[in-house]
């Protein structure tokens, strides 16, 4: 690499620390064979006043690039170290199924309304990522009763507002469903 001059110099070397200043190799984004070149031309690491170059000098030693010359020219450069990983594999990992815990108020129409009966119907709701949990009678006025019921869904599955449209759909039995408790697991 002629045209950083001299890197014995402290001009050659400025010259290269200035190139270096906003690069993190010599040519492209990943190390090349110039900068093998530009490596094993220099005979020992820069002072810390060319800190580009320095920074540089001591990443290209980090990752153990080899090199072997046949006279003058430069034959092979190994690749990065295995235990080195690419951020692409990392990312094909899927993450965390996000989760909510849900309780539900369904509220009959009337008091004569059989709730074991409408507890059957809501359990029979059947989606993939929708487990049903525990259900209580609460009172509600004038002797009727509400049913509270837990389910846990798994968020990109499951639509809260789908759950609730399909108990309502039982129309006969369902007045309304309530959302009481919304909780992100």
């Known amino acids: 690499m002629a045209f950083f001059g001299d890197k014995t110099t402290a001009c050659g070397l400025q010259t290269l620390n200035d190139f270096l200043q906003d690069r993190s190799y ?3 984004y990943t190390p090349s064979q110039v900068d093998a070149e530009v490596f094993s031309s220099l ?3 820069p002072e810390d006043d060319f800190c ?3 920074r ?5 030693k980090s990752l153990g690039v080899e090199l072997r010359l046949t006279g003058e020219n430069l034959t092979t450069i190994t ?7 690419n951020e692409d594999e ?3 990992k899927p993450g965390p199924i996000a989760k909510s815990s849900i309780m539900l108020d369904v509220k009959p129409w009337d008091d004569e309304t059989n709730m074991s009966t409408l507890e059957e119907l809501v359990r029979s709701i059947r989606m993939d990522g929708l487990q049903w949990g525990a259900s209580k009678l609460a009172p509600l006025a004038f002797g009727i009763n509400k049913l509270s019921i837990l389910c846990t869904v798994e968020d990109e599955k499951v639509s809260v507002d789908d759950l609730t449209v399909k108990i309502c759909d039982f129309e006969d039995t369902v007045q309304s469903v309530d959302i009481a408790a919304f909780n992100k697991i």
């Not at 540089?56 to 290209?60: A, F, L, R, S």
């Open 26 to 28: 010599i040519r492209g």
């Open 43 to 45: 005979a020992k690491a």
């Open 52 to 54: 580009h170059v320095l």
């Open 79 to 85: 690749a990065l170290p295995e235990n080195i990983t």
């Open 56 to 60: 540089w000098y001591n990443h290209i």
């Open 90 to 92: 990392k990312s094909k």
